[in-house]
T-cell receptor, first 114, second 111 residues
Framework: EAGVTQFPSHSVIEKGQTVTLRCDPI?????LYWYRRVMGKEIKFLLH????????ESGMPNNRFLAERTGGTYSTLKVQPAELEDSGVYFC????????????FGPGTRLTVL | RKEVEQDPGPFNVPEGATVAFNCTYS??????FFWYRQDCRKEPKLLMS???SGNEDGRFTAQLNRASQYISLLIRDSKLSDSATYLC????????????FGQGTELSVKP
């Protein structure tokens, strides 16, 4: 069974540009989460989808971040316009079968904003 | 105060050593608990879930004490391949299942 995949693996952009990250969860997983790790800090929650619906976006830093999950399958996270402090590793995770179960992570997208 | 706190590390141990990681969490509403392992520049990978009764998986033993809000991981007979960062993670199922991570404890096992 394929795991969570993310694209791109790396992205280097300049301040003010737009970047879109993509996550494909494990097939059949209704829950999809985005997390971020900035340098020197712990991994932090950004938002949660159940199928195509946003359940919790309390971790989104500000309105420059927009997440979507078209048709309840893959998800995108767009940053527009990017700022220096957005640099970090963005992880996607998915799960199925309830909210207490373990989540499975993708390899992450390393975003560098210059 | 961080919601999940771990030993700061790093831990440097010889092969064959037993090593213990400690973790405390502040939110008593936390509902499930995990240890994840993260290799350098890789994603977190589930090592094991943690149950109140304690659970073991080969050389790894995890314990949970809900009263004191404390979680532990014991690695016996450590191998070179155990070198990684170990993440203590709590699940806020009453908040949609979001995970709260500790900052991680780095383990380096030397020959």
């Amino acid at each position: 069974e394929a795991g969570v995949t993310q694209f791109p693996s790396h992205s280097v952009i300049e301040k003010g540009q737009t970047v879109t990250l993509r996550c494909d969860p494990i097939s059949g997983h209704d829950n999809l989460y985005w997390y971020r790790r900035v340098m020197g800090k712990e991994i932090k929650f950004l938002l949660h989808f159940v199928k195509e619906s946003k359940q919790d976006e309390s971790g989104m830093p500000n309105n420059r971040f927009l997440a979507e999950r078209t048709g309840g399958t893959y998800s995108t996270l767009k940053v527009q316009p990017a700022e220096l402090e957005d640099s970090g590793v963005y992880f996607c995770a998915s799960s199925q079968g309830g909210l207490r179960v373990a989540q499975y992570f993708g390899p992450g997208t390393r975003l560098t904003v210059l | 105060r961080k919601e999940v706190e771990q030993d700061p590390g790093p831990f440097n141990v010889p092969e064959g050593a037993t090593v213990a990681f400690n973790c405390t969490y502040s939110n008593s509403a936390s509902q499930s608990f995990f240890w994840y392992r993260q290799d350098c520049r890789k994603e977190p990978k589930l090592l094991m879930s943690v149950y109140s009764s304690g659970n073991e998986d080969g050389r790894f033993t995890a314990q949970l004490n809900r009263a004191s809000q404390y979680i532990s991981l014991l690695i016996r007979d450590s191998k070179l391949s155990d070198s990684a960062t170990y993440l203590c993670v709590v699940n806020m199922a009453n908040q949609g299942g979001k995970l709260i991570f500790g900052q991680g404890t780095e383990l380096s096992v030397k020959p």
